[in-house]
């Protein structure tokens, strides 16, 4: 089976940093993404990784452990707008995708 | 840009009624998925297509069936809806190799009376 484990809620204040953690446990794994969701809107693509370690992109990096089933999502200089649902997903292999049930981040002034 | 459209934002139905939500991809994806998302359950797949004609069942099938003719629709059929079935539904189209990174449509909300 699949179970991925995210914060439901958190909060953190304009300019500065959060980390939003993911616990995975899945049958088979051929990757992990972040995507984020505005409200109201379709979730969009932020990052994937497949290789233990760090990526980064701009504002945003994210991390995998693959032998801890574990990876975090972290935003740098957080920015209003940036406050949205922020879903991790693992691809378990066969195209098949699944979901956290997501961490909605607030930011405030 | 990958674009993907769904044919409806908004439908209400009754219950008992048959229901198909369309959903067309303009990038010669392979993969097309259906999921529904609802509060405090995130998004469950319901069924994905990586070829035509081909479907797999997601984790919650139960109530829902599939169509691909063409490459670039992938259809979600209610055959009798239920209020149950009131949630948000989301389809995606990816490539078959690499990441499988997913594309989502707007979504359609569906609210079953």
């Known amino acids: 089976g699949q179970n991925i484990d995210q914060p439901t809620e958190m909060t953190a204040t304009e300019g500065a940093i959060v980390q939003i953690n993911c616990t995975y446990q899945t049958s088979g794994f051929n990757g992990l993404f972040w995507y984020q969701q505005h409200a109201g809107e379709a979730p969009t693509f932020l990052s994937y990784n497949v290789l233990d370690g760090l990526e980064e992109k701009g504002r945003f990096s994210s991390f995998l452990s693959r032998s801890k089933g574990y990876s975090y999502l972290l935003l740098k200089e957080l920015q209003m707008k940036d406050s949205a649902s922020y879903l991790c997903?693992?691809?378990?292999?066969?195209?098949?995708?699944?979901f956290g049930t997501g961490t909605k981040l607030q930011v405030i002034p | 840009d990958v674009k993907v459209t769904q044919s409806s934002r908004y439908l209400v139905k009754r219950t008992g009624e048959k229901v198909f939500l369309e959903c067309v991809q303009d990038?010669?994806?392979?993969?097309m998925f259906w999921y529904r998302q609802d509060p405090g359950l995130g998004l469950r797949l319901i069924y994905f297509?990586?070829?035509?004609?081909?479907?797999e069942k997601g984790d919650i099938p139960e109530g829902y069936s599939v169509s691909r003719e063409k490459k670039e629709r992938f259809s979600l059929i209610l055959e009798s809806a239920s209020t149950n079935q009131t949630s948000m539904y989301l389809c995606a189209s990816s490539v078959l190799s690499g990441a499988n990174v997913l594309t989502f449509g707007a979504g359609s909300r569906l609210t079953v009376l």
């Open positions: 297509s990586y070829d035509v004609k081909m479907k």
């Open positions: 990038m010669d994806h392979e993969n």
């Open positions: 997903a693992v691809n378990g292999g066969y195209q098949k995708v699944t």
